[in-house]
T-cell receptor, first 114, second 112 residues
Framework: NTKITQSPRYLILGRANKSLECEQHLGHNAMYWYKQSAEKPPELMFLYNLKQLIRNETVPSRFIPECPDSSKLLLHISAVDPEDSAVYFC??????????????FGEGSKLTVL | GDSVTQTEGPVTLSEGTSLTVNCSYETKQYPTLFWYVQYPGEGPQLLFKVPKANEKGSNRGFEATYNKEATSFHLQKASVQESDSAVYYCALTPNSNNRIFFGDGTQLVVKP
């Protein structure tokens, strides 16, 4: 899937700061960050819809999203915790009154916290 | 609230046998229903979606009917292949809403 690219694909961290990047080439105006822990469904962390942020209130404050433009999405992580070990997926969709919510996912960034 | 409940996995089948993965949902709105499939090392991808009640969706031999009365959307395939081994997620999105609610997923293992 080259329509949504994520980087880095793999990262191993101690208690450090890191940013994940995502870019979509689908012309969508809604972008998402999902966290997927082992053998669990994707869990929504953040949603940017027409650049308005909607936040899952259970997400720790050390996760900070940024949407510099409609095709790019960043996730800044500070002082990672072992419970943050997971695969982080970027996704996008086209919003609007006729939207049927179909998501397109990237390939994911696998974070391992030592 | 909005939620999805599906067959707990893993489901292990032999090639050529039939598959049913049950999915039931709860919502007060008029949702679009989805089946997503996730292969190892990849992100989920749409298998098919059905936006209207009493209609059927299908793709790659899989099918499901949006049953509004029973609030169900069961996934079926007549004859599974080893390449169908993956995790299948039933999901819904309330009408005109960007939020998608996933079930817990059902891992399918197909043995040759």
């Amino acid at each position: 899937n080259t329509k949504i690219t994520q980087s880095p694909r793999y990262l191993i961290l101690g208690r450090a700061n890191k940013s994940l990047e995502c870019e979509q080439h689908l012309g969508h105006n809604a972008m998402y960050w999902y966290k997927q822990s082992a053998e669990k469904p994707p869990e929504l962390m953040f949603l940017y819809n027409l650049k308005q942020l909607i936040r899952n209130e259970t997400v720790p404050s050390r996760f900070i999203p940024e949407c510099p433009d409609s095709s790019k999405l960043l996730l800044h992580i500070s002082a990672v915790d072992p419970e943050d070990s997971a695969v982080y997926f970027c996704a996008s969709s086209q919003s609007g009154t006729t939207n049927t919510g179909q998501l397109y996912f990237g390939e994911g960034s696998k974070l391992t916290v030592l | 609230g909005d939620s999805v409940t599906q067959t707990e996995g893993p489901v292990t089948l032999s090639e050529g046998t039939s598959l049913t993965v049950n999915c039931s949902y709860e919502t007060k709105q008029y949702p679009t229903l989805f089946w997503y499939v996730q292969y190892p090392g990849e992100g989920p991808q749409l298998l098919f979606k059905v936006p209207k009640a009493n209609e059927k969706g299908s793709n790659r031999g899989f099918e499901a009917t949006y049953n509004k009365e029973a609030t169900s959307f069961h996934l079926q395939k007549a004859s599974v292949q080893e390449s169908d081994s993956a995790v299948y997620y039933c999901a819904l999105t309330p009408n005109s809403n960007n939020r998608i609610f996933f079930g817990d997923g059902t891992q399918l293992v197909v043995k040759p």
